[in-house]
């Protein structure tokens, strides 16, 4: 499988900011209602820690970060119209899944790396790796902290989980928790194999001052026919 990332940066950004696309966008980034209302719910929480000894400095600076956000403005900005033109934190991905769950909860393997992300036959390779270790009950001494890390399988929504360098073959590769609907995946099929992956197409924020686990913006699934034109694979069906 090969990614014209350019094509790819573009197609996604076309489509969010497209009328079909603004449900997608919507569960990347909060509305100015839910911010205000979210500030307004944290007062009371805060007044009550500032009440309490041990939690007092916690409330005081949570309250202090509510009043900041009024005073600002920040808390009425509309974060989805600020991310489209800051183009620049929209970062597709192409993910190859590992687990799915019978709610559709799963966990995919991918990369904000644009090189590590051009070797689709490791994250494929990789992911099925780590299904095979995710289903073992034993595992050997060398998987166990990647095996520990695969069972803590208690869906989290925007959690992100760098894959530790004994198991990352040496890319830069990462666990994100999300929610899968496999209509809109797409099935490679490995020619000298014949093993299947699935793949999905992504996008979230990323935010390159923070830590990969410091980032918990949603990543949300988009249609596959969205990134079409920027994977080519003779094998992808």
Request: aromatic fraction near 6%; charged fraction near 25%.
């Amino acid at each position: 499988m090969v990614i014209d990332q350019n094509l790819l940066d573009s197609s996604v950004i076309q489509y969010l900011k497209s009328d079909r696309g603004q449900a997608h966008l919507a569960e990347m980034e909060n509305s100015i209602l839910f911010n205000v209302i979210g500030s307004l719910i944290m007062i009371p929480i805060a007044l009550l820690l500032i009440c309490t000894i041990f939690l007092a400095k916690i409330g005081a600076l949570m309250l202090w970060g509510v009043i900041q956000s009024f005073l600002t403005g920040e808390v009425f900005r509309d974060q989805r119209k600020l991310l489209l033109k800051n183009e620049e934190r929209i970062r597709p991905l192409i993910l190859s899944t590992i687990i799915i769950g019978p709610d559709g909860h799963g966990l995919v393997l991918g990369t904000f790396s644009k090189t590590s992300q051009q070797k689709t036959d490791v994250l494929s390779r990789k992911a099925r790796e780590f299904a095979d270790m995710y289903a073992e009950s034993f595992p050997s001494s060398t998987d166990e902290e990647m095996s520990e890390m695969l069972k803590e399988d208690s869906y989290s929504p925007g959690r992100r989980r760098v894959v530790p360098e004994s198991h990352s073959a040496g890319e830069s590769l990462i666990l994100f928790d999300m929610e899968l609907n496999l209509d809109e995946a797409k099935l490679s099929h490995d020619g000298q194999t014949q093993e299947v992956s699935g793949w999905v197409a992504g996008v979230t924020t990323f935010d390159p001052e923070k830590k990969v686990e410091e980032q918990r913006d949603g990543i949300v699934q988009i249609p596959w026919e969205v990134v079409a034109g920027a994977v080519t694979d003779s094998d992808l069906e």
